[in-house]
């Protein structure tokens, strides 16, 4: 192969050359003023706006350091004031769940205090059927607790409904509302007996059906009826509803009518057991 015959200047002759180049423009800007006011202008024409530009970028980043400053102080700020909330919110809700409790034993008591000839003992709801009903339940008392077959349960200012089985720590009691639930009942006014007859089909209407009313029975809409004295398993003068919607049968015998609980069956949490049985010495 053939070698170039370029020839290279030494790198030391380069630099050599520059540094006399700048002492000899160093020497006419002292001795002709005028002389370096092209190459200022021409540097400043490039350095300037790079500096400038410079510049803005730096403030850009501090700008920017200050604002991701300020959004982490903000989402500090965010999930504290959240926590806060989460707090509250969890007070709320134990206030309103204490104060709802408290409303309800307070209903129980002016209840034992006008039943207050029969013992009862408070029992809470542990578990109900799969209905939206509360037609047949599950009671944190049981044997140990003096809790019998056929005793009478009550709430929310009335009937609810009748113990059917107990164990060591717990009772399972049918209200009611149940299909298989039949009252004796009768008319606080007149003493006309009837019967209230279970319907979770009707319940979903807020009623239950009332018949053998006598055909000339005195009654009239809104008439309360309570436990008949004649019933097998229920004590006498306990609150059931208020009639509504009275008619005749077609046998022109006894009428028929419609009944509005008292309780609300939707919602019961606490009732209280009547420690005291029906017995008619059969």
């Known amino acids: 192969m053939r070698k170039s015959d ?3 200047i030494p790198t030391k002759y380069i630099l050599f050359i520059l540094s006399f180049l700048c002492m000899v423009l160093i020497v006419l800007s002292f001795i002709m003023p005028g002389f370096a006011s092209p190459v200022k202008e021409g540097v400043s024409y490039v350095l300037v706006p790079v500096s400038r530009g410079m510049n803005q970028v730096g403030r850009w980043f501090n700008e920017r350091k200050d604002d991701l400053s300020e959004l982490r102080d903000v989402m500090a700020e965010n999930t504290e004031l959240k926590a806060r909330i989460a707090d509250l919110q969890n007070k709320n809700a134990l206030s309103v769940e204490e104060r709802s409790e408290l409303e309800e034993l307070r209903t129980l008591f002016q209840l034992s205090e006008q039943y ?15 209905s939206n009903w509360f037609s047949t339940f599950t009671i944190d008392k049981g044997k140990k607790d003096g ?43 007149t003493s006309d007996k009837c019967i209230v007859k279970g319907s979770l089909q ?11 009313i006598n055909k000339d029975a005195d009654i009239s809409e809104g ?18 509803g208020y009639v509504k919607d009275i008619e005749n049968d077609s046998n022109n015998l006894t009428k028929s009518a419609y009944l509005t609980p008292v309780v609300d069956f939707a919602h019961l949490d606490i009732v209280l057991i009547i420690k005291q049985q029906k017995y008619t010495g059969g």
């Open 6 to 8: 370029k020839k290279s």
């Open 116 to 130: 207050s000839s029969y013992e009862t003992v408070a029992g809470r709801i542990i578990s109900r059927d799969s």
């Open 147 to 189: 809790i019998e077959v056929d005793m009478n349960v009550i709430g929310d200012g009335g009937l609810v409904g009748i113990v059917f089985e107990v164990g060591e720590n717990y009772s399972l009691v049918r209200s009611i509302i149940d299909d298989e639930s039949n009252v004796s009942g009768q008319f606080a006014s």
């Open 202 to 212: 009707l319940i979903n209407e807020g009623v239950l059906k009332v018949f053998n």
């Open 223 to 240: 008439d309360m009826i309570v436990t008949s004295n004649i019933s097998s398993k229920f004590l006498p003068g306990i609150l059931i």
